[in-house]
């Protein structure tokens, strides 16, 4: 497998995921960006409830939230 194609299928993992957590969700987020290894969600409903309902979608896909120094990736 290329390099190439291992992004595109991580791409498409990722993708899903997304699209599983919204559809799946009782509250919509106001927005939604992915970067790389990132996200950025504006959850207008309390962070420990988003994380707690990315966190039951996979077993094997957990999440963590970063409330300081926001937004870390952008320093």
Known sequence: MTSHGCKTSIANIKED??????????????????YVDAMLVIWPHGPQKFLDHLNSIHRNIQFTVETEGWPPFFS
């Open 17 to 34: 995921f997304k699209e599983r957590a919204s559809v799946q969700a009782i509250h919509k987020p106001l927005y939604w960006f992915c």
